[in-house]
């Protein structure tokens, strides 16, 4: 049974003030592994938007009742939004509402990254990271380790101190590292 834990950070976007309110640790590793203190992946969830309160407290079937009450229309930050259903369908196992849901995240958060108009102060591209991050986790338990490390790639790129990318970017080194073991591992 996976075990979870939450971390949180801030990131200030020139437009608003963005909550990274949970970073909500989805552990994939064995009981020895997690004895040693092992890197963990990481989704990144947005506090202070649709759904946000219920996924930083673990509610994804309420934070999933809450984003489909809330109007696209009237959205006021769709890639937070999008972000935390991508969040909460990922970690209620709904695998292919996750995948919708995170591709979705990537597309509005590069859309608002991109819209930045000139007159305005650069864009600070850590939700495109965030949505970028929560993919590559999602790939990686789908067993798409190539896409993982090319999304994880792509959200260093944009934000190459963020934590939620760096803890990401461990953990998926450390399960290649333990699959490349395990299959040089000598027969008996």
């Not at 552990?27 to 947005?46: E, H, K, M, W």
């Not at 934070?63 to 109007?71: M, Q, T």
């Amino acid at each position: 049974m996976p075990s979870f834990s939450r971390n949180s950070s801030r990131a200030n976007c020139a437009r608003r003030s963005l909550a990274f309110g949970a970073g909500i640790a989805l552990t994939v590793l064995s009981g020895s592994a997690l004895a040693d203190g092992a890197q963990r992946f990481v989704f990144t969830a947005y506090s202070d938007a649709a759904g946000g309160a219920d996924v930083v407290a673990g509610r994804y079937q309420a934070a999933l009742v809450e984003l489909g009450h809330h109007s696209d229309i009237l959205d006021l930050d769709p890639a937070a939004d999008k972000t935390n259903r991508c969040v909460a369908y990922s970690m209620t196992l709904h695998w292919q509402q996750a995948q919708a849901a995170c591709d979705a995240a990537v597309d509005a958060a590069t859309q608002e990254w991109s819209a930045q108009p000139a007159w305005l102060p650069p864009a600070n591209p850590d939700s495109l990271a965030v949505a970028y991050t929560n993919r590559a986790v999602l790939r990686w338990l789908a067993h798409d380790d190539a896409a993982a490390r090319e999304d994880l790639a792509k959200a260093q790129k944009l934000s190459p101190h963020a934590g939620f990318v760096a803890l990401n970017i461990a953990a998926l080194k450390l399960h290649a590292e333990m699959a490349q073991a395990v299959v040089s591992a000598p027969k008996s």
